[in-house]
């Protein structure tokens, strides 16, 4: 983006300098610190579109933070990597606590700041390495998925709360969950909230221009919903059957041509008969792949590199 390296001076790896963030994540950060710094709010929330750098955001308020070590959760590998690879743009060579990788427990043998899995940290035998009153800062990446109902978020947040002087920040892109679960059993205020037409606005993010098929046969009055959002099940029967694959998945090739492209489809059945259908033509022969929840951690790494 010209824009970037006229106003900012330096990029580097394709991040921007640790000392170089945009307006609003100055804005931003300075909101979350006076949160949870001078009003002395237990934990606070902050909302920004998907390609904001909202990693950018939370590194430096992990770098400015004096009090304990500081604790980061992810809920997906790529999101954990993504923040220890962001944080050596910030000097911090972060621990990793995921699957095979174990950090050290103690601020004398590791580092002031370690980046965990959820779903690898709520394990008791794993969470209870970690001595609560270590860490100061709890940051919860993706905080829309912490509702109570989650047990494995509460179970971390329940731990680390051991440490009566713990705060918390969440931040999200999408802070409405659609089981209606309040955000606010986690968080006491919102900090800061940057809206995405605000964002297309300020140039940050290009506008969405939306392209539409018509996919006869495809009627979702039947489906009904479920705290606002259609019934997955039956999304995902509809969405399985053949000729609506065949529509989607061909008007899609069609429309993105040669880009690389991204389709969320509506479960992993109706995903694997898209990419197969993809792979049938001519032009689009083997360069589809699908990817799941079940695909083996290996391979899902070199699936998402080589895309």
Excluded at 50 to 66: H, Q
Excluded at 114 to 135: N, T, W
Excluded at 138 to 144: P, T
Aim: glycine share 8%; proline share 3%; net charge neutral.
């Amino acid at each position: 983006m010209p824009l970037l390296s006229t106003v900012y001076g330096r990029v580097c790896d394709g991040y921007l300098e640790a000392d170089m963030l945009r307006d609003y994540q100055i804005e931003c950060s300075a909101a979350i610190l006076r949160e949870l710094v001078e009003r002395d709010r237990s934990s606070t929330l902050a909302v920004l579109p998907t390609g904001t750098g909202k990693t950018e955001i939370f590194w430096d308020v992990a770098d400015r933070w004096s009090s304990g070590r500081v604790m980061m959760i992810a809920h997906r590998e790529e999101l954990v990597f993504q923040a220890r690879d962001r944080g050596r743009k910030w000097g911090h060579d972060a621990d990793v606590e995921m699957a095979e990788f174990k950090a050290p427990t103690s601020l004398f043998s590791g580092s002031k700041v370690v980046v965990a899995s959820v779903q690898s940290l709520y394990q008791e035998s794993r969470l209870a390495r970690y001595d609560p009153l270590e860490f100061g800062l709890l940051i919860i990446d993706e905080a829309h998925h912490s509702a109570k109902s989650c047990k494995t978020y509460s179970r971390i947040i329940q731990h680390c709360r051991q440490n009566e002087r713990l705060k918390i920040l969440g931040v999200s892109a999408t802070p409405r969950r659609g089981d209606n679960l309040a955000l606010g059993a986690v968080f006491d205020s919102l900090a800061y909230e940057y809206e995405i037409l605000t964002t297309i606005n300020d140039s940050w993010i290009v506008p969405v221009r939306q392209q539409y098929i018509t996919v006869d046969g495809l009627d979702f009055s039947g489906i009904g919903t479920v705290a606002g959002d259609f019934h997955q099940a039956r999304l995902a029967g509809m969405m399985e059957q053949d000729k609506i694959l065949y529509k989607v998945a061909c008007s899609t090739a069609q429309i993105a041509g040669p880009e690389p492209a991204l389709i969320f489809a509506a479960s992993v059945a109706p995903a694997g008969g898209i990419a197969d259908i993809i792979n049938g033509q001519e032009q689009c022969r083997g360069k589809a792949i699908c990817i799941t929840g079940d695909t083996p951690r290996q391979q899902r790494r070199e699936l998402l590199r080589r895309f």
